[in-house]
């Protein structure tokens, strides 16, 4: 059964990066895609961004500016960072694996990390 | 402003049939599959239905999904207080090139 545990700074400051990494366990991380996706509290899913671990990557074009995914398949991890954040960026951040290309569904998430924007 | 449209709230009595419906556009909905997630509180979301109607391992068939052109329904029989949930629907937006979601249906078993 795959694990993800998402960890990093769970205050930053605005016009700061939020540096989110995703660790991945009992199971490798190649041969997937896997995603970010937030929730601001009280408020839907949004879609961030995935990649595979190759390193291809799509963005969510409304984020696409500020935000990077990267992997390290030696750490089996892969990591999120959001520049020039403002309050808007508060939210519980998911990362979660997809069941097969891209497109497809999410089966494996982890259990989320809230993010807060304050100064 | 979700790019899939959920009702925001459904509710029904234990043991009865509620269905949650999620309409979308041919760049979403109408041209890719369909999943739908259970999100119980303070929890993370959790795979229901895959590729429009398909139940993951350990999914009881009380849940059901399907797609007909442009909106997708998810249904759930012998409702229990234990389903009160949100639940949100997912898919690929082939124009945005991007992941999409609906903006939620919280469910109360009344």
């Known amino acids: 059964q795959v694990q993800l545990q998402e960890s990093g700074p769970g205050l930053v400051k605005p016009s700061e990066t939020l540096s989110l990494t995703c660790s991945v366990s009992?199971?490798?991380?190649?041969?997937?895609?896997w995603s970010w996706i937030r929730q601001p509290p009280g408020k839907g899913l949004e879609w961030i961004g995935c990649i595979f671990y190759s390193g291809d990557t799509k963005y969510n074009p409304s984020l696409r500016s500020r935000v990077t995914i990267s992997v390290d398949t030696s750490k089996n991890q892969f990591s999120l960072k959001l520049n020039s954040v403002t309050a808007a960026d508060t939210a519980v951040y998911h990362c979660?694996?997809?069941?097969?290309?891209?497109?497809?569904?999410?089966?494996?998430w982890g259990q989320g990390t809230l993010v807060t924007v304050s100064s | 402003q979700s790019v899939l449209t959920q009702p925001p709230s459904v509710s029904a009595a234990p043991g009865q049939k509620v269905t949650i419906s999620c309409s979308g556009s041919s760049s979403n909905i109408g041209n890719n599959y369909v999943s739908w997630y259970q999100q119980l509180p303070g929890t993370a979301p959790k795979l229901l239905i895959y590729?429009?109607?398909k139940r993951p391992s350990g999914i009881p068939d009380r849940f059901s999904g399907s797609k007909s052109g442009t909106s997708a329904t998810l249904g759930i029989t012998g409702l229990q207080t234990g389903d009160e949930a949100d639940y949100y629907c997912?898919?690929?937006?082939?124009?945005?090139?991007?992941?999409?979601f609906g903006g939620g249906t919280k469910l109360t078993v009344l």
């Open positions: 979660a694996r997809l069941r097969g290309y891209y497109d497809s569904s999410f089966d494996y």
């Open positions: 997912g898919t690929w937006d082939s124009s945005l090139s991007s992941g999409v």
């Open positions: 009992d199971g490798s991380i190649t041969s997937y895609y």
């Open positions: 590729d429009n109607h």
